[in-house]
């Protein structure tokens, strides 16, 4: 297991909270997390329900607070009812808060539009009325194929308003990824857009659609496709099938009944790679999950009333559900929306919109730093430096390990030495912060992710699931269930059991997949990466063997294995070795074979999960009884010499063919 572990560079320079942090943060210095991690660990059930009574509004109010009978098929809160969207919206305006600005989207031609809370719920009522009308209902299942926008979030507000299940796909994903979220979701419907608008091109969205669906032909659901005009592009409207979202409002009320719902009714369904060809439908459910989002919010932002938020993550992503559409609202935050990418129309775009809307509080993924740190190498205009960053509070980081070196760039460059950096651990299973800094409390250590959070009980444990002195790598679990956990994958019980309750660790201990050392002083956690055959390229989850899959469907591929090498950049990349039918192709027909593939692979899985090398070989160097060398193939990916013992290679040469990339 520990064999793929790649060993990063370690600082050990303490970076302490400032007295003006710790004065003012919600969670005022170590003693008071330590207080709370006491009260975690006396009364487990006694602290979550006091912060579950606390921070969450109840319809009806819960009486058992964790029921373990069927683990690990946890149950959290289960005879309370509650709606998410009430809380997350009337809440506010109730409160006072409907003027606040709710969000401000900026989009990718710079044009800025602002949503306060009132004008928020009375979108969200209005499409709410309209999905029902459509004849969808409680416990059915949305697709939401949209960019980052208002509408997006709206979207999503409005299934939770009417108890309806969403499942947002990201717009990068293809037709195909489409087709099988569709029959594997049982979906009814699709809310997506005409296009969308990135880095200054058009992008199709409701083509795509159409013909996720025509692939699934008799196995889609499908009844309603509900479109935003965004682009104006010419599209398809299928009669009977197809509506536009600005007429299905015409006439809709601003008010919506919420369907009141078990606090385990599944608040969303969210597809992310496994060690599997086949996506995991993780589900989410909708009490545990929203306290969550509004704990880590408050406790790890450190969220306050005037604050403007911004996290660049997309809605497609686990990091946009939490941080972009659930936990700021619930916490009546002011969140910026950014429809493009950060280097267009330059890479100083990020910095220009911190200054332009007074972002107090931005989290990144470690590859866009990256990135932005080489861009202002090559355009030294770019460099924040040249931007007034003084709204700035408190950055954060999330998605992949961060490298010290990027790390000490953020934090002085971007945060000028005031602002700390909360290196955030969490998975799409988890649904908030599982490891991360607390800004008034923790002393960071660049590219460690430091503590848990407060009641969340993690460790480092062996093969056999038994806990491992600090100073020594293993595997990370979580041993106690938390209210934000994952509960099953989607129509597969059993895969769920099996991928995150293995029966070797025993004792129903949550494997998250990642390897991970404790400090041996301080017992802060570095991750290590994925120990499984996942991969992280830029932050995006990846399936090895879904790329594999997708390269194998091609009629010309025979075999192909796919691993990750380091990436200055995209933190790892994507490599494909592969075995025509035909002979191995040279030169230039190699290279346009490789492009050939790369394409092939956009359109199966996304462009995202185009490998950046292939390489062509007459075989792929197995073991005598067949299996792949994957560890081999990973020091060729990586440029390495070959230290392995190869003498059962039943044909070496195919090493030198294989340190080729097309
Ligand atoms: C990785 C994203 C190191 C990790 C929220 C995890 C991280 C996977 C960090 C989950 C971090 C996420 N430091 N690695 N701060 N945050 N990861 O499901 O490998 O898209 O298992 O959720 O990203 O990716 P996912």
């Not at 309209?130 to 509408?151: C, F, M, N, T």
């Not at 280097?343 to 919109?353: D, K, L, Q, S």
């Not at 949550?510 to 990466?529: E, N, P, Q």
Request: charged fraction near 25%; include cysteine.
């Amino acid at each position: 297991m520990s064999n793929s572990i790649e060993s990063v560079s370690r600082e050990h320079r303490l970076f302490p909270p400032s007295e003006q942090f710790i004065h003012h943060a919600t969670i005022s210095g170590m003693a008071a997390y330590e207080a709370l991690c006491e009260e975690a660990a006396l009364n487990y059930e006694g602290f979550w329900g006091r912060l579950a009574r606390q921070h969450v509004l109840w319809r009806e109010p819960f009486t058992q607070v964790l029921d373990e009978s069927n683990a690990p098929f946890y149950k959290w809160f289960a005879d309370g009812k509650l709606n998410v969207s009430w809380n997350c919206l009337d809440r506010n305006v109730d409160a006072g808060r409907g003027d606040k600005t709710a969000f401000i989207f900026e989009g990718d031609d710079g044009a800025v539009t602002q949503i306060n809370y009132r004008d928020l719920l009375a979108r969200v009522c209005k499409f709410a009325n309209a999905l029902r009308d459509q004849g969808i209902k409680k416990g059915d299942r949305v697709i939401i194929y949209l960019p980052l926008s208002i509408e997006g979030v709206v979207a999503m507000q409005a299934c939770a308003r009417i108890g309806a299940i969403h499942s947002v796909v990201f717009g990068g994903f293809s037709a195909k990824s489409l087709e099988e979220r569709i029959i594997d979701a049982g979906a009814v419907a699709v809310v997506t857009a005409d296009g969308q608008f990135r880095g200054g091109k058009i992008l199709p969205l409701k083509a795509t659609v159409d013909e996720g669906i025509a692939l699934a032909g008799k196995k889609s659901t499908i009844r309603t496709v509900i479109v935003i005009q965004r682009t104006g592009a010419e599209i398809h409207m299928e009669h009977g099938r197809d509506q536009w979202w600005h007429h299905l409002e015409v006439g809709q009320s601003e008010t919506c009944e919420p369907e009141w719902v078990d606090a385990e009714h599944p608040l969303f369904i969210l597809y992310t790679s496994g060690s599997t060809g086949k996506p995991k439908g993780v589900q989410h459910s909708s009490g545990g999950y929203l306290l969550f989002a509004r704990l880590t919010m408050l406790w790890t932002f450190d969220v306050k009333p005037d604050d403007v938020f911004w996290c660049t993550a997309d809605i497609g992503w686990i990091t946009g559900h939490t941080y972009v559409a659930y936990g700021p609202l619930v916490c009546g935050a002011t969140t910026l929306i950014f429809e493009g990418v950060p280097t267009w129309p330059n890479a100083g775009r990020f910095w220009e919109m911190i200054d332009r809307h007074k972002v107090n509080t931005f989290y990144t993924a470690p590859t866009a730093i990256r990135a932005l740190i080489k861009a202002s190498e090559t355009d030294p205009e770019t460099h924040p430096r040249n931007y007034n960053l003084d709204s700035l509070r408190l950055l954060g980081t999330v998605g992949e390990p961060i490298n010290p070196e990027a790390w000490i760039w953020y934090y002085t460059e971007v945060g000028r030495s005031r602002c700390p950096v909360v290196d955030t651990f969490w998975q799409t299973e988890t649904g908030g912060h599982v490891i991360t800094p607390l800004p008034g409390v923790t002393p960071l250590v660049p590219g460690s992710c430091t503590l848990p959070f407060p009641g969340v009980q993690v460790a480092v444990v062996d093969e056999a699931g038994h806990e491992l002195e600090w100073g020594k790598g293993g595997s990370l679990v979580i041993t106690r269930p938390w209210p934000a956990m994952i509960r099953t994958i989607w129509g597969d019980p059993e895969r769920f059991r099996k991928s995150y309750f293995p029966d070797e660790l025993g004792r129903n201990l949550y494997l998250a997949g990642d390897g991970a050392v404790r400090d041996s002083k301080t017992g802060y956690f570095t991750i290590m990466g994925r120990i499984d055959d996942v991969l992280n390229v830029s932050g995006h989850r990846l399936g090895t063997m879904e790329i594999e899959s997708a390269l194998v469907s091609n009629p010309l591929v025979a075999e192909a294995a796919v691993v990750g090498r380091p990436d200055d950049v995209t933190g790892e990349a994507i490599c494909a070795f592969v075995v025509l039918k035909r002979s191995r192709p040279e030169g230039e027909d190699a290279l346009s074979m490789a492009n050939e593939l790369r394409n092939w692979v956009a359109k199966e899985i996304g462009a995202l999960a185009k490998p950046k090398d292939i390489r062509f070989g007459d075989n792929l160097p197995k073991t005598r009884s067949g299996k792949i060398m994957r560890r081999l193939l990973r020091s060729l990916a990586k440029g390495d010499e070959i230290a392995q013992d190869v003498s059962t290679l039943e044909n070496p040469a195919i090493l030198e063919q294989l340190k080729q990339t097309a």
